[in-house]
Antibody, heavy 124, light 107 residues
Framework: QVQLVQSGAEVKKPGASVKVSCKAS????????IHWVRQAPGQRLEWMGW????????QYSQKFQGRLTFTRDTSATTAYMELSSLRSEDTAVYYC?????????????????WGQGTLVTVSS | DIQMTQSPSSLSASVGDRVTITCRAS??????LNWYQQKAGKAPKLLIY???SLQSGVPSRFSGSGSGTDFTLTISSLQPEDFATYYC?????????FGQGTKVDIK
């Protein structure tokens, strides 16, 4: 069972960028879709977008268009989420999570597993 | 985007109680509905997928039902480790959305 380990907490000033990593332990991400979900304090989970672990194509929520970039390393073991032009409203815990791909059924329609989360605090 | 609304937003229950949480979608989502459990300071955990399928390793006291716009998560006999916040999530649209959560705490 793949496990996801994310990078540590970050504190950023407004206008800066943050890059969060998500490493799969013992597996490559080639057969997965890596999604990013965030949760502001006391708020519901918010889907941000996803990257195809095989071909690295990405889809972004319209809310973050132009500020958000997903990448993955060439070994396809680590995915990255970079959010730019940070503002206080971006203070949240950011999670990576997976949808598995099966050659017979395609991608699953649920998220499992999840990384442990990365707290990003935006404050002047 | 498809809006997901849960009720209640919070509830208090005792160990052994039967607990029911509902989730309503703003449009027909067939059975593209998942349930997650989130404990304080932890990542969400998948409980139920495709409205009624129990994720491997999840206790059988959890069950899900529904289709179309109305869905239910039931805990047949609440255990101490079940006190948490529960979220529904639709996967019908590729703009994935979650409910606002239902917090289950100790009465």
């Amino acid at each position: 069972q793949v496990q996801l380990v994310q990078s540590g907490a970050e504190v950023k000033k407004p206008g800066a960028s943050v890059k969060v990593s998500c490493k799969a332990s013992g597996y490559t991400l080639t057969n997965y879709a890596i999604h990013w979900v965030r949760q502001a304090p006391g708020q519901r989970l918010e889907w941000m977008g996803w990257i195809n672990g095989g071909n690295a194509n990405s889809q972004y929520s319209q809310k973050f268009q132009g500020r958000l970039t997903f990448t993955r390393d060439t070994s396809a073991t680590t995915a990255y989420m970079e959010l730019s032009s940070l503002r206080s409203e971006d203070t949240a815990v950011y999670y990576c999570t997976l949808r598995a791909y099966d050659v017979l059924t395609g991608y699953s329609n649920w998220f499992d597993p999840w990384g442990q989360g990365t707290l990003v605090t935006v404050s002047s | 985007d498809i809006q997901m609304t849960q009720s209640p937003s919070s509830l208090s229950a005792s160990v052994g109680d039967r607990v029911t949480i509902t989730c309503r979608a703003s449009q027909n989502i067939s059975s593209y509905l998942n349930w997650y459990q989130q404990k304080a300071g932890k990542a969400p955990k998948l409980l139920i997928y495709a409205a009624s399928s129990l994720q491997s390793g999840v206790p059988s006291r959890f069950s899900g039902s529904g289709s179309g716009t109305d869905f239910t998560l039931t805990i047949s006999s609440l255990q101490p480790e079940d006190f948490a916040t529960y979220y529904c999530q639709q996967s019908y649209s590729t703009s994935w959305t979650f409910g606002q959560g239902t917090k289950v705490d100790i009465k």
